[in-house]
């Protein structure tokens, strides 16, 4: 460890991980920035303060989706719960980012996912093109139809918007429309309902 003494919450993230990934090398470089090497793949964590001084933002770069793959992302959500949270203060207003998406929102886009193969095979997700802590904007396929797929995740509700290029046909914008509506129900019913 270098003789580095890392930040609480950095350590008690790192400590998590750890916990999941069997034989993860830790490599701190300072007591904000940790480097996890899992073989050939790499997980880099820094802790930023915001202007206070006093709330921690963890920011997870893990570029092959290690987390995801352990299925650490619902423990990262809830680290203000538990046992460490009521001896570590500093975790009680701790955020974490990973891949630049707050914890929450990546969850949430997953169950989007989801809930839209649940609603049709003929969904196919293509990719992520713009990422912003609480909105994912994402290309989608239905059948042969392209289309753009904005996931917000905001306090009290989760938007799912479309988007299509102007030679989609309607009957098709009116389909995917109507299954956003729906995926967007199901999602604030899991994620949003009692808040």
């Given at each position: 460890?270098n003789n580095i003494?890392?930040?609480?919450?950095?350590?008690?993230?790192?400590?998590?991980?750890?916990?999941?990934?069997a034989?993860?090398?830790i490599?701190y470089?300072?007591?904000?920035?940790?480097t996890?090497?899992?073989?050939?793949?790499?997980?880099?964590?820094?802790q930023?303060?915001d202007?206070?001084?006093?709330i921690a933002?963890?920011?997870i770069k893990?570029?092959k989706d290690i987390?995801f793959?352990?299925?650490?992302?619902?423990?990262l959500n809830?680290i203000?719960?538990?046992?460490?949270?009521?001896s570590?203060?500093?975790?009680?207003?701790a955020?974490?980012?990973?891949?630049?998406?707050?914890?929450?929102?990546?969850?949430?886009f997953?169950?989007?996912?989801?809930?839209?193969?649940?609603v049709?095979?003929s969904?196919e997700?293509?990719?992520t093109?713009e990422?912003?802590p609480n909105?994912?904007?994402n290309?989608?396929?239905?059948?042969?139809n392209?289309?753009?797929?904005?996931?917000?995740?905001?306090?009290?509700?989760?938007?799912?918007?479309?988007g299509f290029t102007?030679?989609?046909?309607?009957?098709?914008?009116k389909?995917i429309e109507n299954?956003?509506?729906?995926?967007q129900?199901?999602?604030?019913k899991m994620f949003k309902?009692?808040?």
């Amino acid at each position: 460890m270098n003789n580095i003494t890392p930040y609480p919450v950095l350590a008690y993230v790192v400590d998590l991980i750890k916990g999941a990934v069997a034989d993860i090398k830790i490599e701190y470089t300072a007591a904000d920035t940790v480097t996890l090497k899992d073989g050939n793949d790499t997980i880099h964590i820094e802790q930023r303060f915001d202007e206070t001084g006093k709330i921690a933002t963890i920011f997870i770069k893990d570029p092959k989706d290690i987390i995801f793959s352990e299925d650490l992302l619902p423990v990262l959500n809830d680290i203000q719960k538990g046992a460490a949270a009521k001896s570590t203060p500093e975790l009680q207003q701790a955020k974490v980012i990973i891949n630049d998406l707050y914890v929450e929102t990546d969850i949430i886009f997953q169950a989007v996912k989801d809930c839209f193969d649940e609603v049709s095979s003929s969904y196919e997700f293509g990719k992520t093109v713009e990422k912003e802590p609480n909105v994912t904007k994402n290309t989608y396929k239905f059948g042969s139809n392209f289309f753009g797929l904005t996931v917000i995740n905001e306090a009290d509700q989760i938007i799912v918007k479309t988007g299509f290029t102007a030679t989609t046909d309607d009957a098709v914008k009116k389909i995917i429309e109507n299954d956003a509506v729906k995926v967007q129900k199901a999602v604030n019913k899991m994620f949003k309902a009692g808040k």
